[in-house]
């Protein structure tokens, strides 16, 4: 395979408390290629949503490195990661916390485009009106405030601005997760669309291996901050090695597909 879009390289992150340091992540190492879905999976506290904050450069690792197109992003002057973050997106659990709730569903998808000093104000609007229609949003309600929509809408918009910028990578962070059961296969369904069309790679977080069973090319495991199995899709369903990776399995929640 070519050289992946992004990699992380032995890392691991520390965090000190007052009760000691805790090992959030111990030594991992994960990929993902141009246009290629990983999914990581864990439950709540494997270190998976702090290894996505690392890859995305959010948070610096202990030790190890994160390497964007090749690029170490814990070496990278300030000026130079900034050129870079718009190529990489996140997308978060709860999408009405990571929206601004005072500007509207228009406002929002146009704001990172602003910031980037991206075209005029007209061809902003103009293609943040393009960015919620490809997401399912009618662009008749684009002047209405996060609020005013449902979960999935939510997080609809949210999709959209993370797409503003054109990315290369998403990384997607139980982005299912707090959406009722008929909505999540709604969700699941435009992501594979707008891999497709848009030849996006993807970093996609879950708890639920019935969620990236729908998306992922290959699933990573993480138990206790560590990755512990690795491996094609289809592969780690038919065979799972791991014990972890079983137990996981076993409680596997079916995501429900409305007719």
Do not use: W
Not at 99 to 118: K, Y
Not at 130 to 151: C, K, M, W
Not at 220 to 228: E, F, I, P, S
């Amino acid at each position: 395979m070519s050289e992946p879009l992004i990699r992380a390289t032995s890392v691991t992150k520390v965090f000190k408390t007052r009760a000691g340091e805790v090992r959030a992540v111990d030594d991992v190492s994960l990929s993902v290629h141009r246009g290629e879905t990983v999914g990581l999976v864990g439950e709540s506290g494997s270190g998976k949503s702090t290894m996505a904050r690392l890859m995305m450069g959010l948070q610096t690792p202990t030790s190890g490195r994160v390497e964007f197109d090749g690029h170490d992003l814990g070496t990278l002057p300030a000026r130079e990661l900034r050129v870079l973050r718009p190529r990489m997106q996140m997308v978060f659990q709860n999408p009405y916390g990571s929206l601004l709730p005072h500007f509207s569903a228009l406002g929002n998808v146009m704001e990172p485009l602003r910031l980037h000093d991206r075209g005029s104000k007209e061809s902003r609007r103009t293609a943040a009106l393009e960015l919620l229609d490809l997401v399912g949003i009618n662009t008749h309600h684009a002047e209405l405030y996060p609020r005013q929509f449902s979960g999935g809408q939510q997080q609809r918009i949210a999709i959209a601005r993370a797409l503003a910028l054109e990315p290369e990578l998403l990384v997607c962070d139980e982005p299912t997760s707090s959406l009722d059961v008929s909505i999540q296969a709604q969700i699941l369904e435009l992501f594979t669309d707008l891999r497709d069309r848009l030849g996006l790679s993807f970093l996609f977080i879950s708890h639920n291996l019935a969620v990236v069973e729908r998306l992922a090319d290959r699933v990573a495991v993480m138990n206790k901050g560590r990755l512990v199995e690795e491996s094609a899709t289809e592969e780690l369903f038919r065979d799972p090695k791991d014990p972890y990776t079983q137990q996981l399995l076993a409680a596997v929640l079916p995501i429900r597909q409305e007719s």
